[in-house]
């Protein structure tokens, strides 16, 4: 999330799942919860490197509680050979910290938030919160407890039927693409949007068109002006049509 706020030229659509916009001890925790966070942690100092996978089943089984023998054995030595003990706590340790609610409403690019219903590792209403907090974001509810989908279960079917969708849906309503080249400063939705503009279109036809939300569409005009060096719309309009664009049919979106 923060870096589809920083870098808005680079990001084209965004994926969340099974995601959180704020730690564990972000969450007004309990007592309780608070000791909770800090004996994983130290689950992970002692037992992470150890060959015996008896300290790492505990994570092995928030993340896949329906795993088979076969998928348990397999993720008990990732967890091992992928970080060492001291990073794992560390890890933690910062996602316990997170808290990145400020930046929800400054998203401007399409998202999609994927959350299984009874995931063990991070609660289903931290999924539901994140996806309210960026404008026009899709929530997608699937029916499973394991934070890692598996494989031959429905959930995983659905979340990669979900992503397919959402990846057709955003490009078809980017069919009238303009021309990038145009104005290389430009992303191609930019230019897209600039192009709307020099056809004489309104902010609530282009966002219409574009499936974007008003206030994404505003960042991306307000990003134009300043790549273009231009303070007004009039003075875009001509910029654009004398590079050729907003011109030709409108085609059928």
Not at 204 to 219: E, G, M
């Amino acid at each position: 999330m923060a870096y589809a706020v920083r870098h808005p030229e680079r990001v084209s659509h965004l994926i969340l799942y099974g995601t959180y916009a704020r730690g564990m001890l972000k969450r007004d925790p309990t007592l309780l919860q608070v000791e909770e966070a800090a004996t994983l942690i130290s689950l992970v100092r002692l037992g992470w490197g150890r060959e015996n996978p008896a300290f790492r089943q505990v994570f092995t089984s928030l993340f896949m509680p329906d795993g088979t023998p076969e998928q348990l054995r397999w993720f008990n030595d990732l967890q091992r050979v992928s970080t060492s003990p001291q990073n794992a706590a560390r890890l933690m340790a910062e996602f316990h910290q997170i808290d990145v609610c400020d930046l929800g409403a400054k998203v401007s690019v399409p998202t999609l938030v994927l959350h299984a219903r009874n995931d063990a590792r991070v609660p289903y209403e931290e999924g539901r919160m994140t996806a309210a907090l960026i404008p026009g974001a899709r929530f997608v509810t699937l029916e499973s407890r394991n934070h890692l989908l598996l494989e031959g279960e429905p959930a995983l079917r659905r979340f990669m039927a979900e992503v397919d969708d959402f990846f057709d849906t955003v490009p078809d309503a980017m069919a009238d693409s303009a021309p990038v080249s145009a104005f290389p400063e430009l992303t191609a939705r930019e230019s897209q949007v600039l192009d709307l503009i020099a056809r004489g279109l309104d902010n609530p036809f282009i966002a219409d068109r574009l499936q974007v939300s008003a206030k994404a569409l505003r960042n991306h005009i307000t990003n134009i002006f300043f790549k273009l060096n231009v303070t007004s719309r009039a003075q875009a309009i001509v910029r654009a049509r004398d590079a050729g664009l907003g011109r030709g049919e409108l085609g059928r979106s």
